[in-house]
């Protein structure tokens, strides 16, 4: 079957700059053509634009979507004036642990079906509100069933009453052996009233043995080492990069490790947003996520994480664009999505407007008319 989407006003591949009166046809689920719409070639079935942007449809790199309950009162006592620090993660887990499997399952399912309302059309979900063997296991089985990009996040903090260098060996031993197979990448919390940068370096070492990829969260809550170690470990990604010296913009820049930025955390905690203009200067391969949890940053939402990036972080809105597409396929390692050139994954996004630039331009605002597939 193929498929001619035809009169896009402007259509944004990756492949060169946004292409007016455009066309693209999909084959077999694959983009197989694009170009200006005069020429475009004859399809099976086909969509009427009618003028509307088509845009890749969004990679969000970086999502808790597994666990029970949420933190509403926490987030009003922050913008009351309370600090965030991480410690809300237990309470979390509590809610998580209490819940049976069927909870947990409709409520990821509930946020994969809203980001999807929101464009996202590939997600990657975290564990790390189970911290005990069983819970970790049940809910990258959860996860699994809603992406291939699960992600092992047992370090996520130390739970409550546990022993520290106990709750590593745990994680590195028993915890990941029972996980390997549910899960495609190890991240650790490396960071203030988390993990310190050598069990971070232990953590993510014992994953890559045991076959899984290492990905990080550094540098949000202060200055620290994970960045450098992401880097060190070859780590697909470095998520936050709140809090960065110059050594560690440099070690971004010499390295393959793209720096993730979660702008939604930051609006969440009332936090300062990392310098994207100081790591895109740089030559530094940035993503944006949502970060989706209920603690820093209960937003599914890529193009919220677009307008933020733009007005707060100072990218301009074709580097968010890529940085929510593109970017994220990189922090994934993958190359068949983010990006609509002929061979990828017809995964895409028509707009409820004219061009991408609404994204920023119009926040808040249901700009979503169609997800592909
Ligand atoms: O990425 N920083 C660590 N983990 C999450 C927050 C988790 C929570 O507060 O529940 C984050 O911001
Ligand atoms: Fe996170």
Known sequence: M??????????VTHDGPPLEDAALVVEDGRVAWTGPARGAPAADDRIDADGAAVVPGFVDSHAHLVFAGDRAAEF?????????????IMTTVAATRAAGDDV???NTRRLVEEARRQGTTTIEIKSGYGLSVADEVRSLRVAGEFTAETTFLGAHVVPRGADPDEYVALVTG???????????????????????????????????????????????????PGVRIAVELNAASADHCTHLSDADVDALAGGDTVATLLPGAEFSTRSPYPDARRLLDAGVTVALATDCNPGSSYTSSMPFCIALA????????????WAATAGGARALRRDDVGHLRVGARAHLVILDAPSYLHLAYRPGVPLIQRVLP
């Open 2 to 11: 193929s498929l001619l989407i035809d009169r896009i006003g402007e259509l």
């Open 76 to 88: 009003a006592a922050r913008m009351g004036g309370s600090p965030y620090t991480g410690g809300g």
């Open 104 to 106: 947990l399952r409709s």
């Open 174 to 224: 028993p915890m990941l052996n029972a996980v390997r197979e549910h899960a495609k990448w190890i991240d650790v919390f490396c960071d203030r009233g988390a993990f310190t940068g050598e069990q971070a370096h232990e953590i993510l070492t014992a994953g890559v043995a045991a076959g899984l990829l290492p990905r990080i969260h550094a540098n949000q809550l202060g200055p620290g």
């Open 310 to 321: 733009v007005r707060e972080m100072r990218m301009t809105p074709a580097e968010a664009l």
